[in-house]
């Protein structure tokens, strides 16, 4: 990934603070995270304090947190998702506990790491998937969908869902099954959400093959 960018670009791109993750987030989705490292504990403060987001990157190849002091930034994904915090509470452990939305998508162009090891993103965002109704024939992918989100354990997160649109039907289900975090890297990076849909499909097709 460029770490420096030309000037008439960096003019055009806004600053976003980055949490890289091994997981994906995709716009409304929900993700619960618990805050250790200051860097992040920092960030989240003025995140709320300014009512401002942070951005959720897949980590490529690294770790979340620093194993050594000379060790560097992990490699991100060029693409994430801008993420609002809408709950926080402090955890038994004592931990900060914070649940954060998925909100746009955006492009990272390049990242600067601050002395904390904060990584900054000069990102761009990108356009919402546009709408797409549910056809008849997927019609199974949506009862997948119904009943995971009446299961006690989801039914508490508050997840929402339009049950008749593909881009959201697919962002909850890859939300909720266990799929790898690189094939929903995948579908986060995609712009039709028919292909999102078609490549979901199959998916679950196989997962229910080798199931029986």
């Not at 992990?74 to 609002?84: E, M, N, V």
């Not at 390049?110 to 024939?137: F, I, K, N, R, S």
């Not at 008749?164 to 959400?193: A, I």
Request: proline residues 8%.
């Amino acid at each position: 990934m460029p770490t420096s960018l030309p000037t008439a670009v960096a003019e055009t791109a806004a600053t976003l603070p980055l949490f890289p993750l091994g997981t994906v987030l995709f716009p409304g989705g929900l993700l619960p995270l618990q805050i250790f490292e200051t860097r992040y504990v920092d960030m989240v403060r003025r995140c709320m304090r300014e009512g401002s987001p942070f951005g959720v990157v897949l980590i490529l190849d690294g770790h979340e947190a620093r194993k050594e002091v000379r060790e560097g930034p992990p490699s991100i994904a060029d693409i994430g998702t801008r993420a609002r915090i809408v709950d926080f509470t402090e955890l038994p452990n004592g931990l900060l506990g914070i649940t954060a939305r998925g909100e746009g998508r955006f492009r990272v162009l390049g990242t600067e790491e601050q002395a904390d090891h904060l990584l900054l993103g000069q990102v761009v965002d990108l356009p919402d998937l546009p709408a797409a109704d549910m056809p008849a024939e997927s019609f199974a992918l949506v009862e997948i969908l119904k009943q995971l989100l009446e299961h006690p354990a989801v039914n508490q997160l508050g997840l929402e869902a339009d049950l008749d649109d593909v881009g959201s039907v697919v962002g909850r289900l890859v939300d909720l099954l266990p799929v790898d975090p690189r094939f929903k890297q995948g579908l986060l990076e995609q712009q039709d959400p028919m292909i999102c849909l078609a490549e979901l499909e199959r998916l679950i097709q196989t997962m229910q093959e080798r199931a029986s």
